[in-house]
């Protein structure tokens, strides 16, 4: 069964940073690109980063432009796990953050896991 867990939400101060984590069950890494959205209440879900590698090698990224130079996506394929570090975390970024991937023509979400910024 395909499926997502992340971890690594909490509470940060402005300007502090979170290292989020995404594992991935029932399908590969090395075939398919996995991406970090975020959705605030009230708020549209909006694409943060996202990650495609074959065998840790060839790695392609995606920043969303407000993003970029903060954030970090990593992948290891090993473990199935793709990483989101978040630096000057801002509050309007406070969200929650779930990873996806479009498998066989459906996407999959995670449950994602929650990020609070304090100001």
């Known amino acids: 069964e395909i499926h997502f867990v992340e971890s690594g939400g909490g509470l940060v101060q402005a300007g502090g940073s979170l290292r989020l984590s995404c594992v991935a069950f029932g399908f590969s890494f090395d075939d398919y690109a996995i991406g970090w959205f975020r959705q605030a209440p009230g708020k549209e879900r909006e694409g943060v980063a996202c990650?495609?590698?074959?065998?840790?090698?060839?790695?392609?990224?995606y920043y969303e432009d407000s993003v970029k130079g903060r954030f970090t996506i990593s992948v290891d394929n090993v473990k199935n796990t793709v990483t989101l570090q978040m630096n000057s975390l801002q509050p309007e970024e406070a969200a929650v953050y779930l990873c996806?991937?479009?498998?066989?023509?459906?996407?999959?979400w995670g449950q994602g896991t929650q990020v609070t910024v304090s100001s």
């Open positions: 996806n991937a479009f498998i066989n023509q459906r996407w999959y």
């Open positions: 990650i495609s590698s074959i065998d840790g090698t060839d790695v392609d990224t």
